[in-house]
């Protein structure tokens, strides 16, 4: 079964400045990916998508960007933090053979923007 | 709109006692239908899923759902729940595809 690693764990970040969250998939190639983010009271929100090296898609307009630099690597990134960027961050790639929706998720990572 | 309701945002069991956590969804298609958990401060993780056949779907951790078409419910329940059950319960629908659409969540405080 894959594996998702998440960098860093948690990050207490200034209003305006830059941001990179790191995602990376263990065991499976060339995995759909997926960010969320997880606000208080808000549940999950799909931020981006990915089907493959160089392929994003945004659900939402927002102050965050994605990259897939690599085929298991997916970069979350942001020029200026707003204070509304806080939030845990969470990427997932689906079950390779588990059938539609079922997704493997990293442990996360906590921001805070102060 | 394609949503999903969880109307308890929070609920206190006490160890042993049975378990339903509430699910509503809007969808405008045939759904698929999911239960993730999510203890502090980790990922989620799958509890059980329905897709189709059996609207009485048995997951992991002697957790059970049952799919009612007619009341657009996916309630997720427990008959004794442990300690260790304590956690935050996602329900999400989606279809023929990967991206899921979540509720907000039910957290569950389990007493001794």
């Known amino acids: 079964s894959q594996t998702i690693h998440q960098w860093p764990a948690t990050l207490v970040q200034p209003v305006g400045s830059p941001l990179s969250l790191e995602c990376t998939v263990e065991?499976?190639?060339?995995?759909?990916l997926y960010w969320y983010r997880q606000a208080a009271g808000r549940g999950l929100q799909l931020l981006f998508y990915s089907v493959g090296i160089g392929q994003i898609s945004s659900e939402v307009p927002q102050n965050l960007s994605a990259s897939r630099p690599q085929d298991r690597q997916f970069i979350l990134s942001s020029k200026k933090l707003l204070l509304s960027d806080s939030g845990f961050y969470l990427c997932?790639?689906?079950?390779?053979?588990?059938?539609?929706?079922?997704?493997?998720f990293g442990p996360g990572t906590r921001l805070l923007v102060l | 709109a394609q949503s999903v309701t969880q109307p308890d945002i929070h609920i206190t069991v006490s160890e042993g006692a049975s378990l339903e956590l509430r699910c509503n969804y809007s969808y405008g298609a045939t759904p698929y239908l999911f239960w993730y958990v999510q203890s502090p401060g980790q990922g989620l993780q799958l509890l059980l899923k329905?897709?189709?056949?059996?609207?009485l779907v048995q997951g992991i951790k002697g957790f059970e759902a049952e799919f009612k078409r007619s009341q657009s419910s996916f309630n997720l329940r427990k008959p004794s729940v442990h300690w260790s059950d304590a956690a935050e319960y996602f329900c999400a629908v989606g279809a023929r595809t990967d991206k899921l659409i979540f509720g907000t969540g039910t957290r569950l405080q389990v007493f001794p």
């Open positions: 329905y897709f189709s056949g059996d609207t």
């Open positions: 065991g499976t190639s060339n995995p759909n």
């Open positions: 997932a790639s689906p079950g390779e053979g588990q059938g539609y929706g079922t997704q493997y």
